[in-house]
C-alpha cells in the first residue's frame, strides 16, 4: 500500500467496538493494514495531513480506546503471521494483529505453548493484549508483560524500532493503551506444553484467597472463581465455582471421547437465562462444571473461551428487550480486603437493582515493568458485566454504578481498570494511577503532534487540562 494508494482511497466510515457497541464513531479512513511497510505509510500519511491515528486489532476493548473520531483507523488484522518459533529457547515471533485462536492452532505441532491469554474471548489480537497489558487466569504471576520479550513497534515520527524489555519506551508501550506507537510484531517467552488436570469445587468466598494460596502452594498453574450473579439468592456474589489446573504429565494430550463440553447452543441458553432467570442460569452452570471435575485439558487449548459474535442483538430480538450489551468493569483489591470489598458490591448492587450476567475473581501478582501498571501490587481481580440498556436512562443507570464501584475499590485501598469505560473522575485516576499525570506527559513528550489518539484518551486528556 503506497501513499497515493491511500489518498485515493479515502472512504469514510462509522466503527464501533465489539462487546459493548457503545462507542461508534466516524473514520475518516479505515486502513486494513497487511504489511509493516502499510503501517510506515499510513503514519507518513497521518503526518503529512495531521491527522490522528487510531489502532484496532479484535475491537474487544470498550470505553473508546480503538477508535478516534474523523482520525484514520488502522485495522491490524491483516497483519497477522507467525514468523517463527525458536524451538530450543521457547520464543515466537508473531505479527501483532493476529488472533489468539490464530496463534494456539498455528502452533498445534510445537512443543511449547502459550502462557496465558484474555480468558473472556479468543478474537482478541497479540498487539492489542499488549496495549492492555491483559491476564489470563494464571496464578503465581503478573499480567501480559511478563510473557513480552521484545516488540517492533512504528513510533510517532514513523520510526521501526526494536523494544526490548528493559527499554523505557517498552514500559510506556505495555499497558499504553495504543498511545505511544504501533506494535508490529511481538516476540513471546513460551512454556512447554503439558497436560493439566481440572479440579472443580463449590467455593465460598470466605475461604477462597486462603484457598487460591494453598492450591498455589501445591502446585496448581490457573484457576478463577466464577460467583453466583442471583441477586435473590443468600448466595449472591459470595458462593461460586472454584476451578483450579494442576499439572499431570507432559504432552502429547488426546482429549477423552467422553469429555464434557458445552455445546454453543447450550452456551446461548445459559445467556438467555442471566439475562431472565439467573437462579437458573447459575444454576445450570454450576451443574456443568461439576461434571467437568478431574478432566484433562492441554495447557494452551484450556485457556480457549466461547464468545458468540453479535449474540446481543439477536437476544434482544428473542425477549423483546430495547437495545442493550454488557459493559465490563474490574476492579482490583488486596486479596485481604475481598470479602468486605463484595459484600459493599453486593449492597450496592441490591440496592441499584443492578442486572449481572458474569463475574470472576482471579489473582494477579504485581507487576513492575509496565509504566502504567494497572497491577500495583498483588491484588485479587473482580469482574463484573453488567447488563446495559443503550437508553439514556439505562446507561445513566449503570454509569453510576461503575462510579459508586470505583468508590468502593477505593475504600478498600483498591483500584480500577483504567479503560473499560470512562467513568472515573480525576480523583479516581490520581488516586489509584498517580502516575497518569506522568503517563501524559510522556506521551506529549514522544507523540508532540498527538498522532496516536482515541476517544477513551481524549476524555482524560482534556480532564487533566481543565
Ligand atoms: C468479552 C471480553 C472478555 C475479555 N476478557 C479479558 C480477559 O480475560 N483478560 C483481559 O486482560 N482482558 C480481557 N478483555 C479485554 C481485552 O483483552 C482488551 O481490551 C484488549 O485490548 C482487546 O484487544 P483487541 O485485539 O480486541 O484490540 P482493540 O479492542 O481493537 O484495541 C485495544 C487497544 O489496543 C490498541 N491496539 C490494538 N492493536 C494494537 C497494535 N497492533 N499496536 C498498538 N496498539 C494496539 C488499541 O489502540 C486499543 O487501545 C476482554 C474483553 C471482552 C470484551
New binding site residues.
Given amino acids: 500500500m503506497t501513499i497515493s494508494s491511500l489518498r485515493a482511497g479515502v472512504e469514510g466510515r462509522v466503527v464501533g467496538?465489539?462487546?459493548?457497541g457503545l462507542h461508534s464513531v466516524f473514520h475518516r479512513q479505515v486502513i486494513q493494514i497487511t504489511a509493516v511497510e502499510d503501517v510506515l505509510n499510513a503514519v507518513e500519511y497521518a503526518r503529512v495531513k495531521g491527522l490522528a491515528v487510531?489502532?484496532?486489532?479484535?475491537?474487544?476493548?470498550?470505553g473508546g480506546?480503538?477508535l478516534a473520531h474523523r482520525g484514520l483507523l488502522l485495522d491490524?488484522t491483516g497483519?497477522n503471521r507467525v514468523l517463527y518459533i525458536d524451538e530450543e529457547r521457547g520464543l515466537l515471533k508473531v505479527e501483532?494483529?493476529i488472533?489468539w485462536d490464530d496463534l494456539i492452532g498455528a502452533m498445534a505441532s510445537s512443543r511449547w505453548s502459550i502462557i496465558q491469554k484474555?480468558?473472556?474471548?479468543d478474537?482478541?489480537?497479540v498487539?492489542?493484549?499488549?496495549?492492555?497489558?491483559?491476564?489470563?487466569?494464571v496464578l503465581g504471576r503478573g499480567?501480559?508483560v511478563e510473557d513480552i520479550e521484545s516488540l517492533e513497534?512504528v513510533d510517532a515520527r514513523g520510526c521501526l524500532r526494536s523494544v526490548h524489555r528493559g527499554d523505557e519506551f517498552f514500559s510506556y508501550?505495555v499497558g499504553g493503551?495504543?498511545?505511544f506507537?504501533?506494535?508490529?510484531t511481538v516476540t513471546l517467552r513460551l512454556q512447554k506444553k503439558h497436560n493439566l488436570r481440572r479440579r472443580v469445587r463449590a467455593a465460598s468466598l470466605a475461604d477462597l484467597v486462603v484457598t487460591m494460596r494453598s492450591l498455589l502452594e501445591d502446585g496448581h498453574e490457573y484457576g478463577d472463581f466464577q460467583f453466583n450473579i442471583d441477586s435473590h439468592s443468600p448466595q449472591f456474589l459470595t458462593e461460586g465455582i472454584l476451578a483450579s489446573y494442576e499439572p499431570v504429565g507432559h504432552y502429547p494430550f488426546s482429549r477423552e471421547p467422553s469429555q464434557k463440553v458445552l455445546s454453543e447452543s447450550q452456551w446461548k441458553e445459559l445467556l438467555t437465562l442471566a439475562h431472565t432467570d439467573k437462579a437458573e442460569a447459575f444454576r445450570r452452570y454450576l451443574a456443568h462444571y461439576l461434571t467437568t471435575e478431574g478432566q484433562v485439558y492441554a495447557c494452551d487449548t484450556m485457556q480457549y473461551s466461547t464468545?458468540l459474535d453479535g449474540y446481543h442483538r439477536e437476544l434482544d430480538k428473542e425477549l423483546g428487550k430495547p437495545r442493550g450489551t454488557e459493559v465490563?468493569t474490574e476492579l482490583y483489591v488486596p486479596p485481604e480486603r475481598l470479602l468486605r470489598f463484595m459484600e459493599d458490591c453486593r449492597e450496592l448492587f441490591i440496592r441499584e437493582n443492578a442486572d449481572l450476567i458474569y463475574g470472576t475473581v482471579r489473582m494477579i501478582r504485581a507487576d513492575h515493568i509496565s509504566y502504567l501498571a494497572w497491577a500495583k501490587e498483588d491484588y485479587a481481580c473482580v469482574?463484573f458485566?453488567l447488563h446495559t440498556e443503550h437508553s439514556a436512562a439505562g446507561q445513566f443507570k449503570n454509569a453510576s454504578i461503575f462510579r459508586r464501584l470505583i468508590k468502593i475499590a477505593r475504600q478498600h485501598r483498591g483500584s480500577f481498570y483504567l479503560?473499560?469505560h470512562r467513568y472515573a473522575d480525576r480523583e479516581d485516576l490520581d488516586a489509584c494511577y498517580p502516575r497518569f499525570a506522568g503517563f501524559l506527559k510522556r506521551k506529549q513528550e514522544l507523540d508532540p503532534e498527538e498522532i496516536f489518539q482515541?476517544q477513551?484518551y481524549r476524555y482524560y486528556r482534556d480532564l487533566y487540562r481543565d
Avoid: C, E, K
Fill in positions: 467496538d465489539v462487546h459493548s487510531a489502532i484496532a486489532g479484535g475491537r474487544h476493548a470498550m480506546q480503538q491490524m497483519l501483532a494483529g488472533m484474555p480468558t473472556g474471548a478474537r482478541i489480537s498487539g492489542g493484549s499488549v496495549s492492555a497489558n491483559i491476564h489470563g487466569r499480567p501480559f513497534v508501550v493503551y495504543g498511545l506507537g504501533i506494535v508490529v464468545y465490563i469482574i458485566n479503560t473499560y482515541s477513551w
